[in-house]
């Protein structure tokens, strides 16, 4: 098996910038970081970014396309554990999300698949 780095790449990155997109509409919306729904959005957002990325990484893939959407979404789980250390998550929050990261990213793969087939 080989796996792509440009398109695991380019998923992350997708799905950074959707997430940078995603925390200015919730601060014009005016949820603030002292607002109750503030998780429950973020956690909505980010993984329909974390779908999106993983779309981007299926149709990027020439190859193993579904084993480099797994691994793009390892990757995603590891990056969300450091941030959720660096930062001062709720729990649930952390869990959560830690458990739907890899289920999304396949979400978005099989999106791409749907879409070339």
Known sequence: MRLNVTAIGLGIVSDFVLSV??????????????????????????????????????????THTFA???????????????VAVASSMPVWFTITSAVLIIPASLVGGYLGKVRTA
Not at 68 to 82: D, P, Q
């Open 21 to 62: 997109l995603g925390s200015i509409c919730l601060s014009l919306a005016g949820i603030t970081t002292g607002s109750p729904e503030l998780y429950i959005w973020s956690l909505i957002l980010g993984l329909g970014a974390i779908a999106a990325g993983g779309y981007v990484t299926f149709i990027k893939s020439p």
């Open 68 to 82: 480099n959407t797994v691994t793009f979404g390892i990757a995603e789980v590891l990056i969300g554990v450091l």
